[in-house]
């Protein structure tokens, strides 16, 4: 089915048409926005009449003439110094959502991208022998909901986990179990996932404070990441059980976090290990890298320290060790040359924002990231606690990620319990992982990815305000309304008159293909999350409102029934898109 034009398209089109023919010269954009006043204001005019040196008021008046309406716009009117408030019909806003309704992929009318590519997209980056901590959600939320808004709108996606399980930490990790091998094997036959992941976390603490304390042991821990470097079975043996054991510890986490991560698409620093005496010789050999005290660096005029002195980026060290980022530039030569992206996104921590500025500059003067290919870090702000400072515990250890995820599960099954009608205890636990993840979610996905937010598991959890469990339960409420009216099912009524309420909510139901548009483009969730939230809260208004099963006639509650049936569709997908379940009963 071809893409359902949306009112605000159609609206634009006809005022540009009204436009040209006023003034054939002139770029006709109308810049059309959505108003209080009417349904849609035009602004462009003012700009047309100072170019044309022609007093606005007046031009409006001519380009109103030409304004066809009947169909599509009842009125149009000039306001204040030459604006165009217009109005449209009631038979459009309910024609336009029928044919949403009817789209046979059930994609609501949402148009695929006209020249989709490929993304790589990097996200979710935890590390092996590593616990999560709350530092690693935004990455796998805001990633995750991106993924599925690139390929929906029909985007090639190749999902990147780039988990840290290379260099110096490993060395010195297999050395510590290799001379204290009771550790780990104490309770090996019984521990499984998040615990075995716990004692990983405890043993690498061990053995980073015996390598900072004990020069020996970290001279046999380097010897050992040469032995791993070069492939020395043992050491590769052990490195592998603790790669294969944190995988079972991830795996179980993005499962909470009702993500799904695959295999296949975990491709961490080890990955690029052959790459990168390659990626030095080229750099070296372009002239982009120089040696500079025995290390591979690459100098940029722009980019200097406190001292005022060039701060290089460091391929490779004084000693021949890689730092990240040989390894980031390897990835790049693998996701350009093998993968054929024409697009890079990193999900990465803000803080990081001068490594990826060094390292995409870098492979530009390499000619890796040519015209055709663009490198974006899709960067995130911090998790606050209440108090406005990062996200700790009371004894100040950052927040382990599981313990986070089941108090929030705890919390909104409580809330579930509370509202709850008929509903099993096991539905009620379902209900309960469902409401609070979405919270969790939502709470990342609604703010800015750039802007810091505060962890506030009371508000987020609430039913009220904006909040996953807000947009959950007036799709609950919808549902509900539809399984009361047994036989009777939804349907379009065109040629009815709407109610200023189901006009507003109408309006803004079919704005959903260009705010998905939007979302997508711009890699940008909040703005999915809030036209969600919005569409939920003119839902609210409409209810409250306008009776549904009491509606004056059959034709009105068929078409009020059609109302929240779109709305409910609509909510269902934004949130689908989002990453967040939309249960059916709360």
Known sequence: MASVTSLTASVHQRLATALTATLPQAAADPLLRRSDRADYQANGILALAKKAKANPRELAAQVVEKVVTGDLIEDVEVSGPGFLNITVTDRAITANLAARAADPEGRLGVPYAEDPGTTVIDYAQPNVAKEMHVGHLR??????????????????????????????????????????????????????????MSNLDRLYKTARRLFDSDEEFKTRARRRVVDLQAGDPHTLAMWQKFVDESKIYFFSVFEKLDMEIRDPDIVGESGYNEMLQETCRLLEESGVAVRSEGALCVFFDDIRGPDGNPVPLIVQKSDGGFGYAATDLSAIRDRVFHLKADTLLYVVDARQALHFKMVFETARRAGWLGDGVKAIQLAFGTVLGKDGKPFKTREGETVRLVDLLDEAIERASAVVREKAQDLSEQEIAERGAQVGIGAVKYADLSTSASRDYKFDLDQMVSLHGDTSVYLQYAYARIQSILRKAGDVRPAAHPELALADAERALGLHADQFAETVAETAAEYAPHKLAAYLYQLASLYTSFYDKCPVLKAETPEQVENRLFLCDITARTLHQGMALLGIRTPERL
């Open 139 to 196: 990455s796998a939320v805001i990633g995750d909901s991106v993924v599925k808004l690139l390929e929906f709108t029909g985007e090639s996606v190749v999902r990147r986990h780039h988990i840290g399980d290379w260099g110096t930490q490993f060395g010195m990790l297999i050395q510590y179990l290799d001379e204290h091998p009771h550790e780990l094997d104490h309770k090996a036959a019984e521990v499984t996932g998040e615990e075995a």
